[in-house]
């Protein structure tokens, strides 16, 4: 049950990581 929920967790992080850096690179477009 432990390993579940920090499996989620991690999993979320890396979402938000993912998600930050695709919003990062659209911004990047949009100044250039």
Known sequence: MNN???L??????HYYI???R???NLVTL???
């Open 4 to 6: 579940v929920v920090n």
């Open 8 to 13: 989620k967790k991690y999993c979320k992080s």
């Open 22 to 24: 695709i919003t990062f």
């Open 18 to 20: 993912l998600l930050t």
């Open 30 to 32: 949009f100044i250039l």
